[in-house]
């Protein structure tokens, strides 16, 4: 298990202690914007055999470590093994992104099944494993999961779409139909995350992806819920275990996600509204975010100005610096440096 978490600045922000200098990592970071992801990738075969092969997530986990000695790593995985390890077909096609059999009726939505088989997963935990013994005992180590929305949205589509309508559709026309992806993915998510924490995780990162393009209704249903009851889940085995979410795009429904799902600390995205969000979320949680990843390969004053601007809203709560969404693969390594050498100087 997890060990002394005062000395992980991280962790001690997630429990309640602020830090002067924001704590900082990045959505995405170990990934193809690194030459030496890039060198590991072209080795490795397809994009499931990084994920379920430990020696390569490990490897690619701890790259941006080493680089840039953030306060986090987070295990490499995606938010599709859950849909994997339910038999269903999850292929990742070079510049297409991943593929998956739809399951666009309540028909074939019945042929689900309930139970993952977690020795799929196996790989992901002892990667785990792996990555603890190999941090330093001040850099936390995060997990994490797709929500159910997010995840679901790709299951029903068999891909991603620009608004995700396929699962928004069958949401409205069958959703007891929809409901039941929701609970299967909520109860293998908890044993999931379970998983991930035993096996030496210090925090979890839920990411809903795609909440933004939820109506205020589907978005208590579909994204709120399900994460709340995760969140219970999780809690009632490892209790403490510390949750960040990420409703990307949730804007003013923000405030409700974190009074009602419990979590320790939210994800917002570059489009959040900051005095919104240090009266009534700031106030209640961390927050953590929200560079623009546009801002970072941009550089030079630009990005001084982005980074300065997040420092200045929010840097006097507490505040896990991030970026509002994935680093982008153009992204020059410079210019990850110049942000947290930024980031680093400030002492709020």
Sequence with gaps: ????PTKKPLIDLLSGHRQATPPLWM?????????????????AGGFLDLCFTPEFATEITLQPIRRFNFDAAIIFSDILVIPYALGRSVRFEAGEGPRLDPLAT???????????????????FEALRRVR????????????????WTVATYMVAGQGTPD?????????????????????????????????????????QIF???????????????SIEPTKR????????????RIIGFPRGAAGMLPAYVEQTGVDAVSIDWAAEPSMIRERVQSRVPVQGNLDPLALIAGGATLDRAVDDVLENFGAGPLIFNLGHGILQETPIAHVEQMVARVRAYKG
């Design 1 to 4: 298990m997890p060990q002394d």
């Design 27 to 43: 959505m995405r970071q170990a990934g193809r914007y690194l030459p030496e992801y890039r060198e590991l990738r072209a080795k």
């Design 106 to 124: 309540p028909g074939e939505i019945a042929t689900l099944a309930t139970q993952a088989n977690f020795d799929q997963l196996e790989p992901v």
């Design 133 to 148: 013994r190999e941090l330093a005992p001040e850099i936390a180590l995060i997990g994490f999961c797709g929500a159910p």
């Design 164 to 204: 995700q309508a396929p699962a928004r559709m069958l949401a409205y026309r069958h959703p007891d139909a929809f409901a039941r992806i929701i609970d299967v993915l909520v109860e293998n998510s908890i044993h999931y995350l379970v998983g991930q924490l035993k096996a030496g995780a210090d925090c979890l």
């Design 208 to 222: 809903d992806t795609w909440a933004g393009v939820l109506p205020p209704r589907e978005f208590a249903r579909w």
């Design 230 to 241: 995760i969140v219970a889940g999780v809690r009632k085995q490892v209790p403490g275990a």
